[in-house]
C-alpha cells in the first residue's frame, strides 16, 4: 500500500499508486498524484481527467481510449484529440496513467 | 539485478539471432516479485484471504492431491531426466540469463520438493537426490519464479518425454493459491468477472454505450449502419470476445472487423452481457473450479439467448480453452447446431468467407503495410483451426494473405509450434512485471528486427488480446511505434467492401478473392 499526503490529509493508495476510496479524490489530490507521475497538469490534461470523471459517474466505468479520443476531438480539436497527443499528455497511456490522476480504478484485464 | 544490455538510447540491445543465449546471471530476477493478491482478491475464488498458520502441511497436502488426481502432473514430476533439451527455450531465460528461468530449473523448485515428501529416496535421502524441505523461503521462491513462466509451452516441445512445466507452473500457482498467496492481477480479475461477466468490469450499460460509439465510426466510414448487438435473443450465432477488444488499441479495431465480416455475410448475431469476455484466467491460476465457472458462464449466455453457434474472438488462451476443455467444463453443446464447430474461431468463419467469395476484398487498402505475424502460443500449441492438421497456423495466415499484399513470416524457429510468447502471457500482463515482459519480449523482437532488414516489414498481426496488449507497450522500447502491432481483422476490416458501401476510388475495380 501507498498513500498521498494533500493538504495536510493522507489518502491510501494501493501498491500502483490508484487510490483505494474514490470520494476522497480532489484537484488538489490529482495535482499531487500527477507530480508522482512526473506530469505537469495543463488544460489539456484537465480536459482529460475531467472526461473521466464525468464518464465515469454515468458509467461506473472509464471509458475506451477510442470513445476518449472522441470525446477530447470534438471538445478540443483534431490535434489533441488523437491518439499520439493522448501518449504526449500521459506517456503510460491515456487509460492507466489519466485514470490514475482522475481518481478512477484501474482498468483490469488484457488491456 | 544484473542490468539488461541497453542501446544509448536506454532501448534493450538486439543480437542478430533471436535464439542467442546469453551468458549466465545467477538471481539476475530473483527480485522480480509480482504483487500477491489481498483477501478481497482470493476469498471469492474459494482461496483463503491470506497466509494460512498452517500453511506447510496444507500445501504438501495439497501437491499430493494434485500429483494424485492428475496423472499427467505426477508423471512430469517423476520422469525428468536432465538432459537439457528445454534448457535454452523459455524466452524469460533467454531475456534474463536467470537459469532458475530454465524450464527444467523451474520445475525442479516444485520437483525437489515433491521428492521430499512423496517418493521413498526423498524421506530417507534426500541430499542424495536434490530433494529439499518446504520452507518459508521455498515457497517464495515458487512464487517468484513460477511467476516468471507464461506458460507458453514451448519449452514442452522440446522435452523428449513432453514433460509440460505449463502444466507445472499452474499446478505450483493452485498450491500457492490454497495457502493464500495469490496474484493480484489473476484474482482480482477473476472476481472481478464473477461479479460483472467480463476481465474489465465492464457493465451492461456502459458496454452498450460503447459499442453504440463503434457503431457511429462504422458508419461514418462506410456509409452503412453495421450493427453490433448485444444481448439479442434468437440470434444465430453468439459472439464471445476477449472484452480487451471493448477497450483497447488495437483491439477494438479488430471487432470492427468481425462486425463488417458478420454484416457482410448476412448472419444474425450477438455478444452477451452476462458472458461479456473470452479470457478464462482460471487456466492460468490453474485452478478447474474457477476455470469451469467462467466457462459455465458462456453456456449460459448461449442457451438464455437461444443461440445456434458460438464464435470465439481473437484471444490466444481463451481459444486453447474453448477448443481443448469447453465440451468438457462445460458441455455437452448438444443445443447447439452441430453443422458448425462448437466452437467456431472468427477466422475459421471469416476464412469460409473469402474462400467461397462472398467476402468482397480490396487488398490494396493494406498495401502502406508489409506485414508478418506472430503465432499466439495457445493457438500454436494448445489448439487447431480449420478442417486440416496445422490449421492454427495456415488459416490465420490464409486470412492474412487473402487480405494484405505483403506478407513475410520470421525466422521459422520463431513462428508455428516454435513460436515464442510475446512475454505478457499466462497472466503475467501487470504493469508491476513490466521490466520481465520488456525482457521476455527479446526473442520475438529480435526475430521481428530481422525481417525489417531483410523484407521491410513494417507491422506484425496477432491474433491475442494477450499479445496485442504486450507488443502495443513493449515494441516502444524496442524501436517500433505502438501501433506496429495489429489485430488479424483490423486488417480484415481495412480490405473489406460492403454491399453498398462508397469507395474512395469507386473506379478501381474491386477483387473478389478465392484463394
Given at each position: 500500500?501507498?498513500s498521498?499526503?494533500?493538504?495536510?490529509?493522507?489518502?491510501?493508495?494501493?501498491?500502483?499508486?490508484?487510490?483505494?476510496?474514490?470520494?476522497?479524490w480532489?484537484?488538489?489530490?490529482a495535482?499531487?498524484?500527477a507530480?508522482?507521475?512526473?506530469?505537469?497538469?495543463n488544460?489539456?490534461?484537465?480536459?482529460?481527467?475531467?472526461?473521466?470523471?464525468e464518464?465515469?459517474?454515468?458509467?461506473?466505468?472509464?471509458p475506451?481510449?477510442?470513445?476518449?479520443?472522441?470525446a477530447?476531438?470534438?471538445?478540443?480539436g483534431?490535434?489533441?484529440?488523437?491518439?499520439?497527443?493522448?501518449?504526449?499528455?500521459?506517456?503510460?497511456?491515456?487509460?492507466?496513467?489519466?485514470?490514475?490522476?482522475?481518481?478512477?480504478?484501474?482498468?483490469?484485464?488484457?488491456? | 539485478?544484473?542490468?539488461?544490455?541497453?542501446?544509448?538510447?536506454?532501448?534493450?540491445?538486439?543480437?542478430?539471432?533471436?535464439?542467442?543465449?546469453?551468458?549466465?546471471?545467477?538471481?539476475?530476477?530473483?527480485?522480480?516479485?509480482?504483487?500477491?493478491?489481498?483477501?478481497?482478491?482470493?476469498?471469492?475464488?474459494g482461496?483463503?484471504?491470506e497466509?494460512?498458520?498452517?500453511?506447510?502441511?496444507v500445501?504438501?497436502?495439497?501437491?499430493?492431491e494434485?500429483?494424485e488426481?492428475?496423472?499427467?502432473?505426477?508423471?512430469?514430476?517423476d520422469?525428468?531426466?536432465?538432459?537439457?533439451a528445454c534448457?535454452?527455450k523459455?524466452?524469460?531465460?533467454?531475456?534474463?540469463?536467470?537459469?532458475?528461468?530454465?524450464?527444467?530449473a523451474?520445475?525442479?523448485?516444485?520437483?525437489?520438493?515433491?521428492?521430499?515428501?512423496?517418493?521413498?529416496?526423498?524421506?530417507?535421502?534426500?541430499?542424495?537426490?536434490?530433494a529439499?524441505?518446504?520452507?518459508?523461503?521455498?515457497?517464495?521462491?515458487?512464487?517468484t519464479?513460477y511467476?516468471?513462466?507464461?506458460?507458453?509451452?514451448?519449452?514442452?516441445?522440446?522435452?523428449?518425454?513432453?514433460?509440460?512445466?505449463?502444466e507445472?507452473s499452474?499446478?505450483a500457482?493452485?498450491?500457492?493459491?490454497?495457502?493464500?498467496?495469490?496474484?493480484?492481477?489473476?484474482?482480482e480479475?477473476i472476481?472481478?468477472l464473477?461479479?460483472?461477466?467480463?476481465?474489465?468490469?465492464?457493465?451492461?450499460?456502459?458496454l452498450?454505450?460503447?459499442?453504440?460509439?463503434?457503431?457511429?465510426?462504422?458508419e461514418?466510414?462506410?456509409?452503412?449502419p453495421?450493427?453490433?448487438?448485444?444481448?439479442?435473443?434468437?440470434?444465430?450465432?453468439?459472439?464471445?470476445?476477449?472484452?480487451?477488444?471493448?477497450?483497447?488499441?488495437?483491439?477494438?479495431d479488430g471487432l470492427?472487423?468481425?462486425?463488417?465480416v458478420?454484416?457482410?455475410?448476412?448472419?444474425?448475431?450477438?455478444?452477451?452481457?452476462?458472458?461479456?469476455?473470452?479470457?478464462?484466467?482460471?487456466?492460468?491460476?490453474?485452478?478447474?473450479?474457477?476455470?469451469?465457472?467462467?466457462s459455465?458462464?458462456?453456456?449460459?449466455?448461449?442457451?438464455?439467448?437461444?443461440?445456434?453457434?458460438?464464435?470465439?474472438?481473437?484471444?490466444?488462451h481463451?481459444?486453447?480453452?474453448?477448443?481443448s476443455?469447453?465440451?468438457?467444463?462445460?458441455?455437452p453443446?448438444?443445443f447447439?447446431?452441430?453443422?458448425?464447430?462448437?466452437?467456431?474461431?472468427i477466422?475459421?468463419?471469416?476464412?469460409?468467407?473469402i474462400?467461397?467469395?462472398?467476402l468482397?476484398?480490396?487488398?490494396?487498402?493494406?498495401?502502406?503495410?508489409?506485414?508478418?505475424?506472430?503465432?499466439?502460443?495457445?493457438?500454436?500449441r494448445?489448439s487447431?483451426?480449420?478442417?486440416?492438421?496445422?490449421?492454427?497456423?495456415?488459416?490465420?495466415?490464409?486470412?492474412?494473405?487473402?487480405?494484405?499484399?505483403?506478407?513475410?513470416?520470421?525466422?521459422?524457429d520463431?513462428?508455428?509450434?516454435?513460436?515464442?510468447?510475446?512475454?505478457?502471457?499466462?497472466?503475467?500482463?501487470?504493469?508491476?512485471l513490466l521490466?520481465?515482459?520488456?525482457?521476455?519480449?527479446?526473442?520475438?523482437?529480435?526475430?521481428?528486427?530481422?525481417?525489417?532488414?531483410?523484407?521491410?516489414?513494417?507491422?506484425?498481426?496477432?491474433?491475442?488480446?494477450?499479445?496485442?496488449?504486450q507488443?502495443?507497450?513493449v515494441?516502444?522500447?524496442?524501436?517500433?511505434?505502438?501501433?506496429?502491432?495489429?489485430?488479424?481483422?483490423?486488417l480484415?476490416?481495412?480490405?473489406?467492401?460492403?454491399?453498398?458501401?462508397?469507395?474512395?476510388?469507386?473506379?478501381?475495380?474491386?477483387?473478389?478473392?478465392?484463394?
Amino acid at each position: 500500500m501507498s498513500s498521498y499526503e494533500v493538504n495536510g490529509q493522507t489518502v491510501e493508495a494501493d501498491e500502483e499508486g490508484y487510490i483505494t476510496n474514490l470520494n476522497e479524490w480532489s484537484e488538489d489530490l490529482a495535482k499531487v498524484i500527477a507530480e508522482v507521475e512526473d506530469i505537469d497538469m495543463n488544460e489539456e490534461h484537465w480536459a482529460v481527467v475531467n472526461f473521466l470523471r464525468e464518464y465515469y459517474e454515468e458509467y461506473q466505468i472509464a471509458p475506451a481510449v477510442r470513445v476518449l479520443i472522441k470525446a477530447i476531438k470534438k471538445q478540443m480539436g483534431p490535434e489533441i484529440g488523437n491518439n499520439k497527443y493522448m501518449y504526449e499528455l500521459f506517456p503510460y497511456g491515456p487509460a492507466k496513467q489519466a485514470c490514475k490522476i482522475a481518481g478512477l480504478p484501474k482498468p483490469t484485464g488484457c488491456v | 539485478m544484473a542490468p539488461l544490455d541497453k542501446n544509448d538510447d536506454g532501448t534493450p540491445k538486439i543480437g542478430k539471432d533471436p535464439l542467442e543465449i546469453p551468458k549466465l546471471a545467477c538471481g539476475a530476477s530473483a527480485d522480480i516479485h509480482t504483487f500477491e493478491a489481498a483477501p478481497e482478491h482470493n476469498e471469492p475464488l474459494g482461496f483463503p484471504g491470506e497466509l494460512l498458520d498452517n500453511w506447510k502441511e496444507v500445501a504438501i497436502a495439497k501437491m499430493g492431491e494434485l500429483a494424485e488426481k492428475n496423472r499427467a502432473f505426477r508423471v512430469y514430476l517423476d520422469t525428468c531426466v536432465k538432459c537439457g533439451a528445454c534448457t535454452d527455450k523459455c524466452h524469460y531465460f533467454l531475456g534474463t540469463g536467470d537459469p532458475k528461468n530454465m524450464p527444467v530449473a523451474r520445475q525442479d523448485l516444485l520437483r525437489s520438493v515433491y521428492r521430499r515428501y512423496y517418493t521413498f529416496a526423498g524421506k530417507y535421502f534426500p541430499k542424495l537426490v536434490g530433494a529439499r524441505d518446504l520452507t518459508k523461503e521455498v515457497l517464495d521462491e515458487w512464487y517468484t519464479y513460477y511467476h516468471q513462466c507464461s506458460q507458453c509451452r514451448r519449452c514442452a516441445v522440446s522435452c523428449p518425454y513432453g514433460i509440460d512445466t505449463a502444466e507445472i507452473s499452474m499446478a505450483a500457482r493452485e498450491i500457492l493459491d490454497s495457502v493464500g498467496v495469490g496474484q493480484k492481477y489473476c484474482n482480482e480479475i477473476i472476481a472481478k468477472l464473477k461479479k460483472t461477466g467480463n476481465n474489465l468490469g465492464l457493465n451492461p450499460k456502459a458496454l452498450r454505450a460503447t459499442l453504440d460509439d463503434l457503431e457511429e465510426d462504422l458508419e461514418d466510414e462506410t456509409g452503412i449502419p453495421v450493427k453490433i448487438p448485444l444481448d439479442v435473443k434468437g440470434a444465430d450465432i453468439l459472439l464471445i470476445t476477449p472484452s480487451a477488444d471493448f477497450f483497447a488499441e488495437p483491439h477494438i479495431d479488430g471487432l470492427l472487423g468481425y462486425a463488417k465480416v458478420f454484416h457482410s455475410a448476412g448472419v444474425s448475431w450477438t455478444l452477451s452481457s452476462y458472458a461479456s469476455e473470452a479470457a478464462n484466467f482460471g487456466m492460468f491460476i490453474g485452478s478447474y473450479e474457477n476455470m469451469r465457472e467462467v466457462s459455465w458462464r458462456i453456456r449460459q449466455a448461449a442457451k438464455d439467448l437461444g443461440v445456434k453457434r458460438i464464435v470465439f474472438g481473437e484471444c490466444g488462451h481463451a481459444w486453447r480453452v474453448a477448443y481443448s476443455f469447453l465440451n468438457t467444463l462445460a458441455g455437452p453443446f448438444d443445443f447447439l447446431d452441430q453443422n458448425y464447430p462448437i466452437p467456431q474461431h472468427i477466422l475459421e468463419f471469416t476464412l469460409d468467407e473469402i474462400e467461397s467469395g462472398r467476402l468482397k476484398i480490396d487488398k490494396s487498402k493494406n498495401d502502406e503495410y508489409v506485414m508478418t505475424f506472430h503465432d499466439s502460443c495457445n493457438v500454436a500449441r494448445g489448439s487447431s483451426m480449420g478442417r486440416e492438421e496445422g490449421g492454427q497456423f495456415e488459416v490465420p495466415r490464409a486470412v492474412l494473405k487473402a487480405v494484405c499484399n505483403n506478407y513475410y513470416d520470421m525466422d521459422p524457429d520463431t513462428i508455428r509450434e516454435n513460436t515464442f510468447c510475446c512475454g505478457g502471457g499466462g497472466g503475467l500482463l501487470t504493469d508491476d512485471l513490466l521490466d520481465l515482459r520488456v525482457k521476455g519480449a527479446k526473442p520475438r523482437m529480435t526475430a521481428l528486427q530481422q525481417v525489417t532488414e531483410e523484407h521491410g516489414v513494417t507491422h506484425m498481426a496477432a491474433i491475442c488480446a494477450i499479445c496485442k496488449t504486450q507488443f502495443s507497450k513493449v515494441m516502444p522500447k524496442y524501436g517500433y511505434d505502438m501501433d506496429s502491432i495489429m489485430s488479424v481483422h483490423q486488417l480484415v476490416a481495412n480490405a473489406v467492401i460492403l454491399d453498398g458501401q462508397e469507395t474512395d476510388e469507386a473506379d478501381e475495380p474491386v477483387a473478389e478473392e478465392s484463394t
